[in-house]
């Protein structure tokens, strides 16, 4: 079983749509949290950290919850240039440590 | 702002082979990661480095080594490769804790290395 797990998708939805993605997470130890997202053939870039109170960027909210080890992210008023994949991934507590990734949503905003 | 820079961006070996992959981190970011993502796959972790020294280590073959240099950039040398090491390898760095730390991992571009 992978420590960060998603849904692959992909997910079709059109432009101006909300759509949410989930994940969970095995290890309690997990102490960091981040949405990244990655365009085809390129790096991951950080989308946003996510906080326990829950946090917001604009048309993405992301949110957490330590005690069923669940992170979410939602995005609203879909646009065409978010079609990627979106990673889920956590960091252990401690150190300077790696970071865990999910396999990836991915996401297909059509007009 | 400037980036994480990797080199070379391509790279095709033959197996057996050797090959360095270099990694130059964002200016005054002291810590270094490697991970290698195979094709439809996410990144794995494999090695990190701080202040020059290795800080935690995770799927990297034997066959592969890193390290890091007094300017911080990184180099991950594989040999005797093989067709499974065909992937793409992304270094990422991320910057000294102090006021305001923020723990973001930056990633460079990546190195396709494809094995034949």
């Known amino acids: 079983r992978k420590e960060v797990e998603q849904d692959p998708g992909p997910f079709n939805v059109p432009e101006g749509a909300t759509v949410a993605f989930n994940c969970t997470y095995s290890?309690?130890?997990?102490?960091?949290f981040f949405w990244y997202r990655q365009d085809c053939r390129k790096e991951p870039k950080l989308l946003m950290s996510?906080?326990?109170s829950g946090n917001e960027d604009g048309r993405f909210t992301a949110q957490l919850n330590r005690a069923s080890q669940y992170i979410s992210l939602l995005i609203r008023d879909s646009k065409l240039s978010d079609s990627a994949t979106y990673l889920c991934v956590v960091r252990l507590s401690g150190g300077y440590n790696k970071l865990i990734f999910g396999a990836g949503t991915r996401l297909a905003v059509h007009p | 702002a400037a980036g994480v820079i990797q080199s070379p961006r391509h790279l095709i070996k033959e197996k057996r082979e050797t090959a360095t992959l270099k990694c130059y981190p964002i200016p005054r970011h002291d810590t270094v990661y490697w991970y290698q993502q195979g094709p439809g796959q996410d990144p794995q972790f494999l090695i990190s480095?701080?202040?020059?020294?290795?800080?935690d280590k995770g799927s990297i073959p034997d066959r592969f080594s890193a390290q890091q240099f007094s300017d911080y950039h990184s180099e991950l040398n594989m040999s005797s490769l093989e067709l499974g090491d065909s992937a793409l390898y992304f270094c990422a760095s991320s910057p000294p804790r102090g006021p305001n730390y923020q723990e973001t991992q930056y990633f460079g571009p990546g190195t396709r290395l494809l094995v034949l």
């Open positions: 996510v906080y326990s």
């Open positions: 480095f701080y202040e020059k020294m290795q800080s």
């Open positions: 290890n309690s130890a997990s102490q960091s």
